[in-house]
């Protein structure tokens, strides 16, 4: 009897381990910050102002944008080290996104993603699945079913939480390798982000990357390569499993934005794209301000290039907006002539509090005033023309 605890308890300890050293950008101690101020070194960017093209049109095209982890205080610590201007500035339609899920006050990006994606609450933890443990359709499925093209973009590991709401339907967020899986049960377009480990070195010994290629699709595992496909299918998964954080990672989020954005809209009935900057999260969980206001910027760019291509096109709605905030950010002091954020931080987890939602283009309106995040997902399946 004795032997069996060993046992169990030496596997509990293996499991516990693989577990954890997915999710170590949240504990990872040599990470933290202790300096929670934040002075930028770098050039402020300009940002030129959009012509509003709301108007009653239902839109074509969709683009979502998510800033995992970003609330109002993260918004503004990046505009304030951008010296005072974002592209986000740009939205004239605004509003706020209560984010509770169906078990916790605070959410996880699991729930807060399905929430986004199937327009339903459900628990943390849970992908695509109801309280109930059904399966439940996205917006990105829907759109998939209206003949139109579609496509996830992140900066982690396009199996994790955000990503995977869009695509996959699993008990469990941590199920990476069933979470890959699901990508090849659908039609997907366009995916581009992390993960390519959960894709080939899988405990199954599917070799994924060879099933999309006989699914026609062109695999990249670089940034070169990225910048030259041209395939209307494609997968790109530029890292193991999450890509680096900035400025290591370079301007690869507003590049995979502008990529996606360009293959999708060849589609003639249109597309829905989803763009997560998804380490704005990991900075508030190390209450990094440098990391927080690094990765904010990083997604603008990204919000810069889906509001170049709306506002151009006229037929595209962009919408930004975030699964919860984290790291509970205050900002109690800063300068924008000196591009300097002094920050403090109220919790290493994720907040209650309500996110911002930006709103452009055909069907605005929409997302203004204060709304529950199901009814994001809600008004897309509306706008897409589910009855
Ligand atoms: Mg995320
Ligand atoms: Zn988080």
Redesign the pocket.
């Given at each position: 009897m004795k032997n069996y605890k060993i046992v169990f308890s030496a596997l509990l300890l293996v499991f516990a381990t693989l577990v954890s050293a997915q999710e170590n950008y949240?504990t990872d101690k040599s990470l933290v910050s202790t300096e929670y101020d934040y002075q930028s070194s770098e050039g402020v960017y300009n940002v030129p102002s959009f012509e509003d093209v709301s108007g009653k049109k239902k839109p074509k095209n969709i683009i979502l944008l998510i800033g995992?982890?970003m609330g109002v205080a993260q918004v503004h610590a990046a505009m304030t080290a951008n010296g005072g201007q974002l592209f986000m500035n740009n939205f004239k339609k605004v509003g706020f996104s209560k984010t509770h899920s169906a078990d916790k006050y605070v959410t996880?990006?699991a729930a807060g993603g399905t929430a986004l994606s199937a327009g339903k609450k459900t628990n943390n933890k849970a992908v695509g699945i109801d309280e109930n443990g059904n399966l439940i359709e996205n917006v990105r499925e829907f759109a998939e079913q209206k003949g139109k093209a579609t496509g996830v973009v992140s900066t982690s590991a396009v199996t994790h939480a955000t990503p995977a709401s869009f695509v996959a339907h699993q008990p469990q967020r941590s199920m990476y390798e069933a979470i890959a899986a699901d990508f090849l049960k659908t039609d997907i377009d366009v995916f581009i982000g992390g993960g390519l480990d959960h894709f080939t070195k899988r405990e199954d010994k599917r070799n994924l990357k060879t099933e999309l290629e006989a699914k026609d699709y062109q695999v990249v595992t670089s940034v070169d390569e990225l910048k030259t496909a041209n395939s209307p299918k494609l997968a790109a998964l530029l890292a193991p499993t999450h890509m680096d954080k900035m400025p290591a990672r370079g301007d690869v989020l507003p590049l995979a934005t502008k990529k996606a954005v360009e293959l999708l809209s060849q589609n003639k009935k249109g597309f829905f794209l989803m763009v997560e900057g998804s380490q704005i999260?990991?900075g508030?969980?190390q209450n990094n301000t440098e990391y927080v206001v690094r990765e904010t910027l990083d997604f603008d760019k990204a919000v810069g290039e889906a509001l170049a291509f709306a506002a151009e096109n006229k037929n595209t709605l962009v919408i930004v907006t975030s699964d919860?905030e984290?790291g509970g950010m205050v900002i109690n002091n800063g300068s924008y002539d000196d591009q300097l954020v002094k920050a403090h931080y109220g919790t290493k987890?994720?907040s209650g509090i309500m996110v911002p939602v930006f709103a452009y283009g055909p069907g605005a309106d929409n997302f203004t005033g204060i709304q529950d995040n199901t009814d994001i997902g809600n008004m897309i399946f509306k706008l897409l023309g589910k009855k």
């Open positions: 949240k995992d982890g996880d990006s999260d990991w508030g969980h919860h984290t987890g994720h």
